[in-house]
């Protein structure tokens, strides 16, 4: 079981450490600091509106492992980074996971979303998942690049698919990555 792994330390690159574990429904007002603490570019293009206490209410609310396995990244008590695994565990996708990773400003490029994917694709392989997808608005380079070199590589193009926090429409470039 993937809870079997955790907690876990681990070092990133500089020497601090952090302890990685699953999302518990006492997290609510550590996860509203760690997304308040994003950027406003951070924030235009996240999926959901994570300045909406409501939303991270939902997500404690509705905790279920099966479905989505959310690992933080945690500094004391502070939460630094978040890295969720989506799967539907029937039908015609039951093979696909989906992937999402945000790291909190001041603890980028310490190697941090590295270790975190590996604990995805760990925990995909071991739930017998073959491939993982993840989904970044087109304007964002920088996410595009660090996705490639985490070996997602783009699968397709999906015009106006999105609408940005402000409501404008934006591309959203799928990226794949196969497991086995
Ligand atoms: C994208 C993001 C998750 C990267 O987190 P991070 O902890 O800084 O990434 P890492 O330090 O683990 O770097 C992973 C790889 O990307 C590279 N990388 C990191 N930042 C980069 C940048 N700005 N430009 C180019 N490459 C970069 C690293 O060098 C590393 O490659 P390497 O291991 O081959 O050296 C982080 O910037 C973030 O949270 N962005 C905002 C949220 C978001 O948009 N998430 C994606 C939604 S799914």
């Given at each position: ?36 603490g ?70 980028r490029?310490h ?12 925990n ?35 015009r ?21």
């Open positions: 079981m993937l809870l079997e792994r955790y907690p876990k330390e681990v070092e990133l690159k500089g020497g601090k450490s952090v302890t990685l574990r699953p999302m518990v429904r006492t997290d609510e007002e550590e996860l509203l600091d760690f997304f308040g994003l950027t406003d570019l951070d924030r235009l293009y996240l999926r959901n509106d994570v300045s909406n206490p409501g939303v991270i209410r939902d997500w404690i609310k509705n905790i279920d492992y099966k479905r989505v396995f959310p690992i933080l990244a945690c500094a004391g008590s502070r939460i630094v980074g978040n890295a969720t695994l989506h799967r539907k565990p029937f039908g015609w996708m039951r093979h696909m996971g989906g992937v999402r990773i945000v790291i909190s400003p001041d603890y490029k190697g941090l979303a590295r270790l975190l994917a590996n604990e995805i694709f760990d995909s392989i071991d739930e017998e998942l073959e491939k993982l997808t993840a989904e970044v608005v087109a304007d964002q380079k920088t996410v595009l690049e660090v996705f490639s070199k985490l070996g997602f590589r783009e699968e397709a193009v999906m106006d698919y999105v609408l940005d926090a402000v409501g404008n429409r934006q591309n959203l470039v799928i990226m794949t990555r196969d497991l086995i």
